[in-house]
């Protein structure tokens, strides 16, 4: 750092830190001192950069997958059908003709519930919401029939019906 010798009392004044300042204040007469030139900065006042060849080759986005740095609007991504919708709607299909299989059902309707959190929180890059829709029209309509048919079964053996 450069001294400087006040005018008004010929007072040595050194300025005080390392930021650049066009003037500084003389501690013994309080006159402003400009300097004709600032203090300099350090030579490297911020981190190294690294290399291009040592930077990270993959941005892991939400689901966990691993994206290329470069995906921009030439290489967009389509969006994929979740497979949760998939199964919510094969499992509902298939409870129809297996008599409202309860289990089957209550399945397509857990699968289908799931699939709609997993494409909400997805920003985008799944689809397949009406497929998770349809799966649980389908479940929740196989489980009320279901219900029907056993509580309409139950009620006729109550009555004897089945006796023979």
Not at 59 to 70: C, I, K, T
């Amino acid at each position: 750092m450069s001294e400087t010798e006040c005018p008004h009392s010929d007072f040595k004044v050194e300025p005080a830190g390392k930021m650049p300042c066009p003037a500084i204040q003389c501690p013994h007469c309080g006159e402003i001192i400009q300097l004709s030139s600032p203090p300099s900065l350090p030579a490297d006042p911020l981190p190294p950069v690294l290399p291009a060849q040592h930077a990270v080759p993959y941005a892991v986005q939400s689901l966990g997958r691993a994206v290329p740095d470069n995906a921009g609007p030439a290489s967009i991504r389509q969006p994929t059908t979740s497979w949760m919708a998939v199964l919510s709607l094969i499992l509902a299909l298939l409870s129809i003709p297996a008599c409202c299989c309860a289990p089957l059902s209550i399945a397509a309707v857990v699968c289908g519930h799931i699939g709609l959190s997993d494409i909400r929180r997805s920003a985008g890059s799944l689809r397949g919401d009406d497929l998770c829709i349809a799966g649980l029209i389908i479940g929740y309509v196989a489980i009320l029939l279901w219900a029907i048919i056993s509580i309409g079964i139950g009620g006729l053996s109550a009555c004897g019906a089945f006796a023979r």
